[in-house]
């Protein structure tokens, strides 16, 4: 088993450290309750999931803005699962949906563990796409802020990733280079492949197993990560 060898490590939040499907999930639960869906929220759900990946894909391309995502994103699911919602409720649903998801702080089991070992022999870092008013109090509510010296955020930033201005821009507000970086996320695309293109090193943090390829090591549980650094 090779050793990795980086100097500054970034992370990925969502989808990596904090549990983004577990925290939406109850936050739906939330809103259901509060607007009175009567819809069943499993069901809701196992279309959500994919169709909000679908259209953070079509975010990241630049083909859709924020504000079309958040609304787009609950009228189509509603629309799949055959279930009548007005514009309105849409509209407040979905503001409701970003008030509220950053009051969960569910993250991946040994993220903590992890961080605590890392931060001892390395800068840590945060670097995401998400919405910027939502990560910083994700990042606190969770426990993790403290971990990190630097926090970059596509929204902040005006790139996306796996858009090599975004990178450039984090490494050089960590004061790193390329070749001495990794960056660990669960996105091939936009984590993996965009470290990669820009001379990172990766990890892929895959927790449901469904990846397979060899551009850098893939792990499924956190608890892994440290045999390799």
């Known amino acids: 088993m090779d050793k990795l060898t980086p100097k500054h490590i970034f992370f990925d939040l969502d989808h990596t450290l904090w549990d983004f499907e577990k925290n939406s999930a109850a936050t739906f639960e939330l809103l ?7 819809l069943d929220l499993t069901q ?7 169709a909000n990946m679908e259209y953070w894909k079509l975010y990241r391309q630049g083909k859709i803005a924020k504000e079309e995502l958040r609304y787009r ?12 919602v007005s514009d ?5 649903m979905a503001d409701g949906y970003i008030e509220y998801l950053s009051s969960f702080t569910h993250v991946f089991d040994y993220t903590k563990e992890l961080l605590d070992y890392l931060v001892e022999r390395y800068p840590l870092h945060i670097l995401t796409n998400g919405f910027a008013e ?4 994700k990042l606190k509510g969770a426990g993790l802020e403290s971990y990190f010296q630097t926090v970059v955020n596509a929204e902040d930033v005006g790139f996306k990733k796996p858009d090599p201005r975004i990178f450039a821009f984090a490494l050089d507000k960590a004061k790193a280079t390329a070749s001495e970086s990794l960056m660990i996320g669960d996105d091939l695309e936009a984590d993996i492949l965009g470290a990669k293109n820009c001379g990172f090193d990766a990890l892929h943090f895959d927790v ?3 990846h397979s390829h060899n551009h850098c090591v893939i792990v499924n549980c956190l608890s892994e990560i440290k045999q390799y650094l």
């Open 73 to 84: 994103r609950l009228s189509d699911v509603f629309n799949r699962c055959n279930y009548r």
């Open 44 to 50: 809701f759900l196992e279309v959500y999931v994919p």
């Open 32 to 38: 259901f309750d509060k607007f009175n869906i009567s």
């Open 208 to 210: 449901d197993n469904v």
């Open 134 to 137: 939502i990560q910083s109090k």
């Open 88 to 92: 309105r409720m849409i509209g407040e």
